[in-house]
């Protein structure tokens, strides 16, 4: 990134992040339950489509991640994500991976100067570690039911917000184990090291 800093933004610190949105909501994500031999696990499921979008973004070199809640996937929410997200980052540059969704490829939205948007190949989720990333968040979900949105947003303090919990939770080994995505790290290195 030495090479970037210095011709990008002299002084500066440039960060690498990758972007998307995941669904949370009431209908439930089943997965496997553990029984006793011979006994057919039954697992209750709610079908109601109640939902809210938690954009994320994650840094893979520092496993640093910057998420918020919006109520829909759209591109007047990727734009308030995009605010918010200028202010967290303050004075640091950032080339931001993102996919080439509607929302986000939108000539409504007005990009910060510091932002700086990296599209992904069309169809290539799997090129994007925040996917992964979701993935995790979701596991202890699994097999839940959750009366409301409220419910679900609610942490088990009733305190902080649920998700929010999950994600604190989380270890930087695991974290770095489902983001440092190889690709990535050895051309932030190259970068750095030129």
Known sequence: MNRLEKHLAPGKSVRYLCQDETRVGLKTLTGKVITASGVKP???VIWPRDNFWIYG?????????????????????????????????????????IDQAPAHTSSAIR???FIIQEFQPASAPE???????????????????????????VGV????????????QLTFEQVISVSSYNFILEALFYAASY
Do not use: M
């Open 42 to 44: 039954t697992v209750k």
């Open 57 to 97: 973004a994650i840094e893979p070199k520092t496993c640093d991640h910057f998420l918020y809640e919006y109520p829909k996937l759209d591109g007047e929410c990727f734009q308030q994500f995009l605010d918010w997200l200028s202010v967290q980052l303050g004075s640091d540059y950032a080339i931001l991976q």
């Open 111 to 113: 990009w910060q100067e």
């Open 127 to 153: 090129l994007n570690p925040i996917e992964r990333l979701w993935q995790l968040l979701k596991k202890p979900l699994k097999n839940q039911l959750f009366s409301s949105l409220q419910t679900l947003r």
């Open 157 to 168: 303090a009733r305190r902080r917000h649920r998700i929010q919990e999950i994600f604190d």
